[in-house]
T-cell receptor
Framework: DAGVIQSPRHEVTEMGQEVTLRCKPI?????LFWYRQTMMRGLELLIY????????DSGMPEDRFSAKMPNASFSTLKIQPSEPRDSAVYFC???????????FGQGTRLTVV | GENVEQHPSTLSVQEGDSAVIKCTYS??????FPWYKQELGKGPQLIID?????GEKKDQRIAVTLNKTAKHFSLHITETQPEDSAVYFC??????????????FGQGTTLQVKP
């Protein structure tokens, strides 16, 4: 398996624009996690899914953030409208079940100017 | 909710020396403690983990110890090599039949191994 695949790797956008980050989890994994990484706050869990169903979105910072998982092989994290403070590296991770290792993707570096 | 504190934030050692990174957690119910290594431009990668039913686990040059009473756990790297230079994260979670095991991460430790 190629691992967790995220796209794009880098995204630069203007404030106010919509941004969509994409993730393909490892095939067969039941759990999918979205994290945000910044120097100030470290790695923060934004939301996670179990079998495509959102379980806990308490980490989503604002209503401007939304995430979907329409099927077992694809998830999106959308920011609309984007703001400069959203600039960060966003990671997607997946795991086989609740007690196994979470595998991380390479991340998407988002810059909002 | 769970809170994980990690120290030190930076650590510099000479090649061949040992490195120790410590973490404390707040939720006594947490039962799974992984350590991740993150190299520049990459996502975190699991290097070792420990569950609450054991006090120590070792894998070659890497070991982790857990003190449930004190709610702290540590990563020990012996005979450090330059390729060990990276950012290391500890994490804690509660995994049970009713909990999905949400990982809460420490702030990270930047380890530099000088040749």
């Amino acid at each position: 398996d190629a691992g967790v695949i995220q796209s794009p790797r880098h995204e630069v956008t203007e404030m106010g624009q919509e941004v969509t980050l994409r993730c393909k989890p490892i095939s067969g994994h039941d759990y999918l996690f979205w994290y945000r990484q910044t120097m100030m706050r470290g790695l923060e869990l934004l939301i996670y899914f179990n079998n495509n169903v959102p379980i806990d979105d308490s980490g989503m910072p604002e209503d401007r953030f939304s995430a979907k998982m329409p099927n077992a092989s694809f998830s999106t994290l959308k920011i609309q409208p984007s703001e400069p403070r959203d600039s960060a590296v966003y990671f997607c991770a997946s795991s086989l079940n609740r007690v196994t290792e979470a595998f991380f993707g390479q991340g998407t570096r988002l810059t909002v100017v | 909710g769970e809170n994980v504190e990690q120290h030190p934030s930076t650590l510099s050692v000479q090649e061949g020396d040992s490195a120790v990174i410590k973490c404390t957690y707040s939720d006594s119910a947490s039962n799974y403690f992984p350590w991740y290594k993150q190299e520049l431009g990459k996502g975190p990668q699991l290097i070792i983990d420990i569950r609450s039913n054991v006090g120590e686990k070792k894998d070659q040059r890497i070991a982790v110890t857990l003190n449930k009473t004190a709610k702290h756990f540590s990563l020990h790297i012996t005979e450090t090599q330059p390729e060990d230079s990276a950012v290391y994260f500890c994490a804690a979670s509660l995994t049970s039949s009713s909990n999905t095991g949400k990982l809460i991460f420490g702030q990270g430790t930047t380890l530099q191994v000088k040749p």
